[in-house]
């Protein structure tokens, strides 16, 4: 764990807090162990849950800790295919979204503010939608004035090749991705904006 004089720096507790959101007793947060993510657990036991809610809670993945560049490819809404491979040298969000998702409607504004401040950067941003139909989608940006582009995942396929990071049916999930295409941070349910901008802030400053 990074320290100064003895305090936890804010990489570590941001690992520290979303452990104990998970109920992860606090030396075991502190340990550093390794724990089965309690939402990809609860997502692979087939329940018929129709819904995973996210709690918001935080994970920042030290530079030396992350794994392999993401592989991604799919269609957006507009009919262009993108794919992982166009987007190695920027830093990348990824927003798991669907129309009908209350949390989801809730941080649309945040995300597209923080869209603004950093775009400009060349920081790049994209909604993977895991359910609904073009006009569906469509409507949906109109509303909220969604500036960057989505995937059409309803075949999963982008959702699929992020299995590791965003347990199914997890939604709204956010993803930052650094520059080498690498999960950096991973905030499940609602992004709180202010935390959403510092995590951005670290990879763009990587």
């Known amino acids: 764990m990074n320290t100064t004089d003895g305090i936890p720096g804010r990489r570590s507790l ?7 959101a998970f109920g992860i007793p606090a030396a075991v947060a502190l340990a550093g162990c390794t724990v089965e993510d309690p939402l990809a657990k609860q997502a692979k036991a087939g329940d018929n849950k ?3 809610a996210g709690d918001g809670s935080v994970t920042e993945y030290a530079p030396e800790k992350r794994g392999k560049p993401v592989d991604i490819s799919g269609k957006l809404f507009s009919g262009m295919q993108a794919s992982s491979e166009q987007w ?10 669907y129309a009908a ?3 989801c409607r809730k941080e649309a504004p945040d995300l597209v503010a923080l869209h603004e401040t950093f775009s400009p950067e060349g920081t790049l941003f994209f ?3 895991i359910r609904d139909e073009k006009a569906t989608a469509d409507a ?3 509303t ?3 500036p960057y582009p989505s995937f059409n995942d309803k075949d999963g396929q982008v959702l699929l090749s992020m299995t590791s990071y965003v347990p199914p049916q997890a939604v709204p999930t956010t993803i930052v991705l650094d520059k080498q295409g690498r999960v950096s941070a991973r905030i499940l349910g609602l992004a709180e904006k202010s935390t959403l901008k510092a995590l951005i802030s670290d990879a763009v400053a990587e």
């Open 14 to 20: 941001l690992k520290y807090g979303a452990a104990l």
């Open 50 to 52: 129709n819904y995973i």
């Open 127 to 129: 909604g993977v939608n």
């Open 144 to 146: 909220f004035n969604i």
């Open 140 to 142: 949906f940006e109109r």
């Open 101 to 103: 998702c209350a949390p």
């Open 88 to 97: 190695r040298g920027n830093v990348v969000v990824l927003n798991f979204w």
